[in-house]
């Protein structure tokens, strides 16, 4: 299958029908019950059963649709296919963004699926698991939510913001992201947390939060939340124009960015530990 060149639109297909199945797993497996089958990080940083029966799952439907194609995932890396060829499709898997969220109930986690040729996302899809709103995107083709092309928000004042961000699993790097927090909202509309990275990603998207901002994403938190953020005209990078990516991710409006990029960087949000 590697060098068979497929589109950004078929891979988009293919990521839909994956995910569409891997969330109606997490579904049903929430409604039977769920728990902590392990921890990463931290003693927070959880795993369900429900994030390696879904991850599995998808990898098991990536070999059959895609065999030659390297996948890396949140709960198995990338060890069991191994690193893409030259030119080759690497898939990026979340199988549950926002697992705290769904191990307590919270409608606000989801299956992130991106694929990426030559180190670059060309289509990613982001469907949350309680609600089944679904957001996808192409390289150079947009971005969407069921049928409707989206737009990020047209805010210019950052004092009228509403600014999504996140915090990481160990308690070093959660005090140094709070001190960031609380020297930062003074000087936006407000702040939100709501738990899950890919979909705080397509908020911004649509407008519904103006930006987000976080330190210490993964691959698989940024991928395929990314590519719809930026579909819909953020600027998404890290600070003082590095990539982003775990030092820090900044998506914002182009009217936003400087603003929000200047307070930050003067915050140091991607120092700490
Ligand atoms: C986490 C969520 C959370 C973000 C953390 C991520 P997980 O992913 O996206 O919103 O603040 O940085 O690790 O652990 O739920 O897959």
């Not at 697992?99 to 990426?116: F, I, M, Q, R």
């Not at 308690?171 to 702040?191: K, M, S, T, W, Y």
Request: charged share 20%; net charge negative; hydrophobic share 45%.
């Amino acid at each position: 299958m590697i060098g068979s060149a497929p589109t950004p639109p078929e891979l988009l297909e293919i990521a839909i029908t994956v995910a569409r199945d891997a969330a109606a797993t997490a579904h049903r497996m929430r409604a039977e019950g769920v728990s902590v089958a392990a921890t990463k990080s931290t003693v927070t940083d959880v795993v369900t059963a429900a994030d390696r029966a879904v991850e599995r799952q998808v990898l098991t439907a990536l070999r059959t649709r895609r065999p030659g194609d390297a996948v890396l995932g949140e709960e198995y890396g990338a060890g069991e296919t191994g690193p893409a060829a030259d030119g080759g499709v690497r898939w990026i898997v979340d199988p549950i963004d926002g697992t705290v969220n769904y191990l307590y109930g919270l409608p606000y986690c989801a299956v992130s699926l991106a694929a990426e040729v030559a180190g670059e996302v060309v289509a990613g899809v982001v469907r949350n698991i309680a609600t089944g709103e679904e957001w996808t995107a192409t390289a150079g083709g947009g971005a969407w939510r069921d049928g409707a092309r989206l737009r990020c928000s047209a805010e210019t004042d950052l004092g009228q913001a509403l600014v999504a961000t996140g915090f990481g699993y160990d308690a070093g790097r959660r005090a140094h992201q709070a001190r960031v927090v609380a020297e930062l909202i003074p000087h936006v509309r407000d702040i939100r947390r709501m738990g899950a990275a890919a979909l705080d990603l397509c908020l911004a998207a649509e407008g519904r939060v103006d930006a987000y901002y976080e330190k210490g994403l993964a691959a698989w938190d940024l991928a395929a939340g990314g590519l719809v953020a930026r579909e819909a005209g953020l600027r998404v990078t890290g600070l003082s124009g590095r990539p982003p990516g775990p030092d820090l991710v900044i998506a914002a409006p182009p009217a936003l960015f400087e603003p929000l990029h200047t307070r930050l960087a003067a915050l140091d949000a991607s120092g700490g530990p």
